[in-house]
């Protein structure tokens, strides 16, 4: 929330229930509005999350807003002049803009009270993340599940203009272990356990890969 409420005039999160503090969170910050969801948790559940990021965009922002960027909590769209970004792109008439996506990795958790990226600043280029989720109000468009596919209107094209979306996935081991010990996470056991295996394994090996001078120090 202090990152978006450094350029976005509103901000608006769909309540999927979650069962940490967001709600709680949210409602300190004065830009937030808070949007109900009949989300029952789950994968299963994500078209319907996408298909509800759909309806609130066009019901929120259509005669509103320049843009919209759909993003998940974890996501954190960059550029160091993002609105002079977006207001230049808006007067060459770009309609959507593909965000360029680096997975970031910290040791320890970030206790910084200013922005995230000023001391978590070590990523990955990953290229499977890359996601055109910034947009014109007035398009119609289909987000896929994970909101990781957009479908644009025929002859509208996605293009890059130097903005990042950061992914804080590995913010620390414990941060790891407390995010699947929520029971957003309804998998089985065996499958649960495997899951909380591979997100260890991929965190050591970006820190390691950190010290080791192999990921990009992105801000």
Same mark, same amino acid.
């Given at each position: 929330l202090r990152h978006y409420s450094t350029f976005a005039d509103k901000i608006f999160i769909l309540d999927d229930h979650s069962t940490v503090r967001t709600v709680e969170i949210a409602k300190t910050a004065g830009k937030v509005r808070l949007l109900g969801f009949n989300y029952k948790g789950g994968l299963e559940d994500d078209f319907e999350l996408s298909s509800a990021f759909e309806k609130s965009y066009k019901k929120n922002s259509r005669g509103v807003a320049d843009w919209v960027m759909t993003v998940d909590a974890d996501e954190f769209m960059y550029?160091?002049?993002?609105? %002079?970004?977006?207001?230049?792109?808006?007067?060459?008439?770009?309609?959507?803009?593909?965000?360029?996506?680096?997975?970031?990795?910290? %040791?320890?958790?970030?206790?910084?009270?200013?922005?995230?990226y000023q001391e978590c600043f070590w990523g990955r280029r990953s290229r499977a993340y890359d996601k055109t989720i910034i947009f014109d109000p007035a398009l119609d468009i289909r987000l896929g599940m994970g909101r990781h596919t957009t479908q644009l209107p025929d002859k509208v094209k996605a293009i890059r203009a130097n903005i990042l979306l950061l992914h804080y996935r590995y913010l620390s081991r414990n941060f790891i272990l407390k995010r699947f010990a929520s029971p957003n996470f309804p998998y089985s056991n065996e499958k649960l356990i495997n899951k909380i295996a591979v997100a260890l394994a991929r965190h050591k090996q970006g820190i390691s890969d950190m010290k080791n001078g192999k990921l990009t120090k992105v801000v």
């Open positions: 550029n160091k002049n993002i609105r %002079e970004t977006l207001k230049q792109q808006k007067g060459l008439g770009t309609k959507a803009i593909l965000a360029t996506a680096y997975t970031m990795y910290s %040791e320890t958790f970030p206790k910084t009270p200013g922005q995230i």
